[in-house]
């Protein structure tokens, strides 16, 4: 059972008396997801989300790599983009999928001759949709193993992910957990959870994960619903469980995308305000390349860009 701190109830209490937002600290550590552009107007778009939110002074921003590695020269090309002209710290996603070890490898040795430090190291996903996951021949066979992989190159930050409701392709939650587990122990440095909507999903998540013995930080994976529909088909892949109010809240409104903006910030932001009051302290926005909601959620959460506060102090 967990033991609530004594500084989780006073802020449990103030959050009750203060209105929701009012005066919150910005005391956390926020990152990034984007993914990489197709199009001209995809990368305008995607540049200046990236311009918009890098004020707030991530402590990374992370490019996502496509199924069966589809996007692994966009991916490259956005990621050392990110490291060249910008004061951000980019991280690389990079997958098991359609590739030896001899070629991720390879690709991990470009990253880190970029100036490139930190990975995302996943499994990854089949190039068609639905397909088990089947290792390449000569490939590493999950996402273990390429951590493993990666530290014998080099002293890479890697970032993982973790299942808070558990990963579909996982036959229960302890195998799950003990798939966690092999992670950290091959030097992992952290994990990054699916998106989820119920804080009680990720406080129940990270009590099991203490119980395992994994004594690691654990970032929740915030994902701002701005498509119902498609985050449904998101949601069904991953194993994450859409609450029945979620559907009711956005039902009507398909025609009404202002709207649907301001409900999926405040959605996010109050499963946001909750983690914090249960002692959360980092954050990780699934942007899809739009900056607005990111930014929004971390204003309400009291994250403010690190230039302004420089020039109040001054």
């Known amino acids: 059972m967990t033991t609530i701190s004594v500084p989780q109830l006073e802020e449990a209490r103030r959050a009750l008396e203060a209105p929701l937002y009012a ?182 998540f990270r009590d099991q994960v203490a119980a395992a013995g994994i004594d690691a930080e654990i970032v929740p994976g915030i994902m701002p619903v701005t498509n119902f529909a498609s985050v449904k088909r998101m949601a069904a892949m991953c194993g994450t469980d859409v609450p029945a109010w979620l559907a009711r809240l956005f039902d009507g409104l398909e025609d009404h995308p202002d709207a649907r903006q301001l409900i999926a910030a405040t959605i996010a932001a109050e499963l946001c305000r909750r983690l914090y009051a249960g002692g959360v302290r980092g954050f990780h926005f699934y942007t899809l390349n739009r900056a607005e909601l990111a930014f929004a959620i971390c204003h309400l959460l009291g994250v403010r860009a690190k230039v302004a506060q420089q020039v109040a102090a001054a």
């Open 23 to 204: 005066d919150l600290a910005g005391d956390m550590a926020v990152s990034f997801e984007f993914f990489p552009p197709k199009t001209e107007k995809m990368e305008e778009q995607l540049w200046g989300a990236v311009r918009t939110l890098e004020p707030l002074g991530p402590r990374f921003v992370s490019v996502t790599y496509g199924a069966g590695g589809s996007t692994r020269e966009r991916t490259h090309a956005t990621v050392a983009r990110i490291q060249r002209e910008t004061s951000l710290a980019a991280a690389a996603h990079l997958t098991c999928v359609e590739a030896t070890r001899g070629e991720i490898d390879e690709i991990a040795q470009e990253y880190w001759a970029a100036g490139v430090r930190h990975i995302v190291a996943l499994r990854g996903d089949m190039p068609t949709t639905g397909a088990a996951f089947a290792p390449h021949v000569g490939g590493y066979e999950n996402a273990a193993a390429l951590v493993a992989g990666l530290k014998r190159l080099h002293p890479f930050e890697i970032s993982v992910a973790a299942y808070p409701e558990c990963h579909p392709d996982s036959s229960d939650a302890a195998a799950d957990l003990d798939n966690l587990k092999r992670k950290f122990d091959n030097g992992a440095t952290r994990a990054i959870t699916q998106f989820f909507f119920s804080p009680e999903a990720y406080f129940r």
